[in-house]
């Protein structure tokens, strides 16, 4: 996999890749909690890039080939007694690591796309950054508020084991928690799941540290419903009914606190993103962005 690395800001760097027609909308796809860039499948991208998008994916900080961070990750008490280091960023940051990305490629207004965290720190930028964004599409997150949207226990246990010391150990782990919360309603591929775990352990080796680093950022930032407010963007939401990471009252209670934001609940999908389900999510996408046009052109001007 090749990547660029650009200067986004407050001594951040982020891995970046390209695809499509550089001259085309642009679509910014955010990755989820230590998930790299290769989390947005070659093929979900292509059907994007045939459609005429310019596609921009990226690793977050603290995965993949971006910075990370160089405290030590919080520890199993720290996570329960929410006890954080002085240095602990928020998904406000992570936000403004994507805004300096568009800075840097001088791409001024784009359509957002993310999923799970990605679709939190995509929701921020769009919340603190409006005239940047032209639509947002949320898919299979949440806002932070207490007692939704939240893991299943089942899928706790596996994400509280001791962490994978070995490629192999990444390869198998990866196996193990894509059969709990894939999509029960598509084929399970572990062809397709072992070589991704392959590419981000060869891409960052252990890289439980800096997933640790990110999930204490979601937890510090808390209930965003309050936030969520200030989106202006049109908004779709869409997650899977069958979602053991994060439960499907997530994305109701996502659609509830942006105003005029559509819900689209996608029948057999988990917490991931089986090949089945990629023309669905490119018509979804490429619809709304669309529509999303067709609404600022009809809008009266100021």
């Known amino acids: 996999m090749t990547a660029q690395l650009v200067d986004v800001g407050r001594g951040v760097r982020l891995a970046y890749q390209?695809?499509?027609?550089?001259?085309?909308?642009p679509i910014v796809l955010i990755a989820g909690l230590g998930q790299q860039m290769h989390?947005?499948?070659?093929?979900?991208?292509?059907?994007?890039?045939?459609?005429?998008?310019?596609?921009?994916?990226?690793?977050?900080?603290?995965?993949g080939e971006s910075t990370h961070s160089t405290f030590p990750p919080p520890s199993s008490l720290d996570f329960l007694r929410k006890r954080w280091h002085p240095a602990q960023y928020e998904l406000r940051d992570?936000?403004?690591?994507?805004?300096?990305?568009?800075?840097?490629?001088?791409?001024d207004v784009v359509h957002l796309v993310g999923m799970s965290m990605g679709g939190m720190i995509a929701q921020t930028v769009a919340a603190r950054q409006p005239r940047r964004v032209a639509s947002l599409t949320s898919l299979m997150s949440t806002t932070g508020a207490p007692r939704v949207g939240r893991p299943a226990l089942s899928t706790w246990r596996r994400m509280a084991g001791r962490p994978p010391r070995t490629r192999a150990e990444h390869v198998d782990a990866a196996i193990r928690m894509f059969r709990h919360i894939g999509s029960a309603g598509y084929p399970f591929d572990e062809a397709a799941v072992r070589e991704a775990a392959a590419i981000t352990?060869?891409?960052?080796?252990?890289?439980?540290?800096?997933?640790?680093?990110?999930?204490?950022?979601?937890?510090?930032?808390?209930?965003?419903?309050?936030?969520?407010?200030?989106?202006t963007a049109p908004t779709l939401v869409l997650h899977g009914d069958r979602d053991l990471m994060v439960a499907p009252t997530g994305g109701a209670v996502?659609?509830?606190?942006?105003?005029?934001?559509?819900?689209?609940?996608?029948t057999g999908m988990g917490h991931d993103l089986p090949e089945g389900v990629w023309p669905t999510l490119a018509d979804l996408i490429d619809d709304h962005i669309r529509t999303a046009a067709t609404r600022s052109t009809d809008a009266p001007k100021r």
């Not at 390209?18 to 909308?25: A, I, N, Q, W």
């Not at 996502?254 to 996608?266: E, K, N, P, S």
Request: proline residues 4%; contains cysteine; negative net charge.
């Open 254 to 266: 996502t659609a509830r606190a942006i105003a005029g934001a559509r819900l689209h609940t996608l």
């Open 39 to 63: 989390a947005w499948p070659d093929g979900l991208c292509r059907l994007l890039t045939e459609r005429g998008y310019s596609v921009l994916r990226f690793d977050n900080r603290d995965v």
């Open 18 to 25: 390209r695809l499509g027609d550089p001259d085309g909308t």
């Open 94 to 107: 992570m936000a403004a690591d994507t805004v300096g990305l568009l800075d840097a490629l001088d791409l």
């Open 201 to 231: 352990w060869d891409r960052d080796p252990r890289p439980a540290a800096g997933v640790g680093r990110q999930l204490a950022g979601i937890l510090l930032s808390g209930d965003r419903t309050r936030e969520l407010a200030a989106v």
